[in-house]
T-cell receptor
Framework: NAGVTQTPKFQVLKTGQSMTLQCAQD?????MSWYRQDPGMGLRLIHY???????DQGEVPNGYNVSRSTTEDFPLRLLSAAPSQTSVYFC???????????FGPGTRLTVL | KNEVEQSPQNLTAQEGEFITINCSYS?????LHWLQQHPGGGIVSLFM???GKKKHGRLIATINIQEKHSSLHITASHPRDSAVYIC??????????FGTGTSLTVIP
C-alpha cells in the first residue's frame, strides 16, 4: 500500500496563476481532507469530504476548490494564487472523521 | 480564538525524564487525536481517544471529557522522541481543529 500520496512536493507560482494539488489514497477511506500549515498557527482545515460526490468547507476555504469524483482522489485547486496562500499543504484520509488519520508527505507551495 | 490550546509550546527534557503535554479544548467533540510531526515534516497519528486512557509502548494518552482536557505522557523519554506533538479534535460536525503544537527536544 502506498498510503496517502501527494504531488508535487514543491511548487512555486506567480500571483494569479492557478494549479491543482493532487492527493490519492489506496486504503478505501471515505473521509479525506486538506489542511494548510503556517508557522505559529497550526494546521487548519481547508475542505473535507465524507465520501465520493460529497465535499464541504472547513475553517479556511476561500480561494480553494475541491471535488471528489472517486473514493481514491481528492484534488485541491487554487483558482488564482495569492502570496497569502504560501504554506505547506497536507492531505489526509481516514475511515471516518473519528478514526486514525493518515497524512500525505505534504506540498510546500510558494506564491510570489 | 483557538478551539484547541496546548501547553507548553516548547519543552526540553533530559533523556529518561517523564514528560507531560497538555491539551484543552472549547468545542463539543466526537474524538481527540494526538499526532507527532517529525523534524522532516511528516505527520503520524499516535492516538485517537473518545474517553478514558490509551497506552502504546512508552506513550500514554488520557482524556477527561467533563473538564475538556487531555494529556499525553511520555515515560523514559529518549532523543528519538524529539518532535512536535499536536493535539486535534473532531467536532460533532466532522471538522478538525488543531492546537499549535508542542516542540519537544530530548537531550542525551
Amino acid at each position: 500500500n502506498a498510503g496517502v500520496t501527494q504531488t508535487p512536493k514543491f511548487q512555486v507560482l506567480k500571483t494569479g496563476q492557478s494549479m491543482t494539488l493532487q492527493c490519492a489514497q489506496d486504503m478505501n477511506h471515505e473521509y479525506m481532507s486538506w489542511y494548510r500549515q503556517d508557522p505559529g498557527m497550526g494546521l487548519r482545515l481547508i475542505h473535507y469530504s465524507v465520501g465520493a460526490g460529497i465535499t464541504d468547507q472547513g475553517e479556511v476555504p476561500n480561494g480553494y476548490n475541491v471535488s471528489r469524483s472517486t473514493t481514491e482522489d481528492f484534488p485541491l485547486r487554487l483558482l488564482s494564487a495569492a502570496p497569502s496562500q504560501t504554506s505547506v499543504y497536507f492531505c489526509a484520509s481516514s475511515r471516518d472523521a473519528y478514526n486514525e488519520q493518515f497524512f500525505g508527505p505534504g506540498t510546500r507551495l510558494t506564491v510570489l | 480564538k483557538n478551539e484547541v490550546e496546548q501547553s507548553p509550546q516548547n519543552l526540553t527534557a533530559q533523556e529518561g525524564e517523564f514528560i507531560t503535554i497538555n491539551c484543552s479544548y472549547s468545542v463539543g467533540i466526537s474524538a481527540l487525536h494526538w499526532l507527532q510531526q517529525h523534524p522532516g515534516g511528516g505527520i503520524v497519528s499516535l492516538f485517537m481517544l473518545s474517553s478514558g486512557k490509551k497506552k502504546h509502548g512508552r506513550l500514554i494518552a488520557t482524556i477527561n471529557i467533563q473538564e475538556k482536557h487531555s494529556s499525553l505522557h511520555i515515560t523514559a523519554s529518549h532523543p528519538r522522541d524529539s518532535a512536535v506533538y499536536i493535539c486535534a479534535v473532531t467536532n460533532t460536525g466532522n471538522q478538525f481543529y488543531f492546537g499549535t503544537g508542542t516542540s519537544l527536544t530530548v537531550i542525551p
